[in-house]
């Protein structure tokens, strides 16, 4: 199987960990490794290194080919000339990885994700390959929060070990995500298998734009295509997706309360990666290089690095990207 690896956003909320130059999935956010290089050693359960292509942009593709030298991971890196989300990225990338050997089953795999269980993870994929012949598949989450964030599958009747997607709605309002939540819908992983061929033909149906616009060299093609992501340009389109759902622990570390989920706790319930002296302080979030103490103080996120510290309410995490536009308005 091949595997694309879209490595091409850049993320707000994680500031001053992440910055525009250096995203959230090229940080060593949980341990030594990036979740970037976590994606590849990922990919490399079902495919070879030849078989895996990095979609990036100008900016990254150094970041890219380091991280990947330091994993030893010799792979392709696809970069774009410009970023148009996701749905160009996965057309560009998936067609020049099965232009060598004719169509082929495609996992696109974001490089933002935190995944735990190798096993289950390399299960669910086994599984989607298998109906991939006639669906476009993608990899359901039990949500556990009404998040906006995200995009709601509603499963239909059973297909193999997976299900019709009877809907796909991406990003709905926060009332709409609540009744998805009761309803079972599943949250949509951003994780996909296809056979490349179909993948094409549904671009062509769902989103002609795009198509045509890589009728044309890339440097044209990326002039030309709209930013489009394949959730509200394919998924919520198609009628040829089905659903496989993926039962592991799966975080897309959206937030720093999302990280501070994902992190091991001491007795005090403070996530630590660094030193700290806590007095009656608990379940905080604190990354930091130098000493951290703290006195009397819970939920909070403490992030310091080498220009910026960050001292944010763990339950108003989401704000944090109000940094990012505030920042840019200072000039
Ligand atoms: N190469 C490339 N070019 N990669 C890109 C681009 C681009 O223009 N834009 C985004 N990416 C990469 C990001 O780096 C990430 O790895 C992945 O594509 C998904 O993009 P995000 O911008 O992180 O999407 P999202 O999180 O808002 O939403 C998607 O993921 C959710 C799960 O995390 C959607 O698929 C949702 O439906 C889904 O629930
Ligand atoms: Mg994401």
Known sequence: MKT????GGSGTRLFPLSREHYPKQFIPLVDDESLFQKTVKRALLFSSPQEIAIVTNTDHRFLVRDQLAAIGCDCRVLVEPV???TLPAIYYGAREITRDDGPDTVAVLPSDHLITAAGQFRDAFRRAERLTKDYLVVFGVRPTSPHTGYGYIRPGEPLGDGSLVDAFVEKPDIETAGHYVADGYLWNSGMFCFDAGLFLAECEACAPEVARAFEQPIQEA???TPALSIDYGIME???RAAV?????DWSDVGNFDALYAALQKNGSGNAVRGEHIGIDSSE???????LVATVGVRDLAIVET???ILVAARDEAQRVGEIAKALREKG
């Open 306 to 308: 080498k220009d910026a």
């Open 284 to 290: 905080n979030l604190i990354i930091a290089d130098r």
């Open 4 to 7: 694309l690896i879209l490595a």
């Open 222 to 224: 990326y002039g030309a």
């Open 83 to 85: 970023g148009k989300n």
């Open 244 to 248: 496989v759902p993926l039962e592991c």
């Open 237 to 239: 389109k198609t009628r």
